[in-house]
């Protein structure tokens, strides 16, 4: 797929932690179970085509579907980053298994600002 601009979008943890959903043109979602890693940084395709060099800091993409895709993503600011790839590694290594413990949950998810590519 080829992404021609970036946009701010909401993106939520569901509850039981098994679930990433974000609303672009419709309500989409990605199942932690088929991201096979956390890629810091802006390394895939989608981002090298689309480099910004200065935020590279606060990106991360998240292949899935055996690495065919990624969500590639870019934090407001470094604790959201960091939040976020800890939370997601701590959910992917532990196979979603219980609750983790994750700063900034609510009682409706985990609720992150980022920006990603429409």
């Known amino acids: 797929m080829v992404y021609s601009s970036w946009r701010n979008i909401s993106l939520i943890a569901t509850k039981d932690e098994s679930t990433l959903i974000w609303i672009s043109s419709s309500e989409r979602s990605l199942k932690l179970a088929s991201v096979t890693r956390i890629v810091p940084g802006q390394r895939t395709?989608?981002?090298?085509?689309y480099l910004r060099?200065?935020?590279?800091y606060l990106s991360f993409s998240l292949p899935?579907?055996?690495g065919a895709?990624?969500?590639d993503l870019i934090c407001k600011d470094k604790v959201g980053a960091q939040v976020w790839i800890a939370g997601l590694k701590s959910l992917i290594s532990s196979g979603r298994g219980g609750r983790s413990k994750i700063d900034g949950w609510s009682d409706g998810g985990l609720y992150l600002d980022v920006n990603m590519p429409t």
Do not use: C, G, I, T
């Open 69 to 71: 895709r990624s969500l």
């Open 64 to 66: 899935y579907n055996n």
């Open 45 to 49: 395709a989608v981002f090298q085509r």
């Open 53 to 56: 060099p200065e935020k590279d």
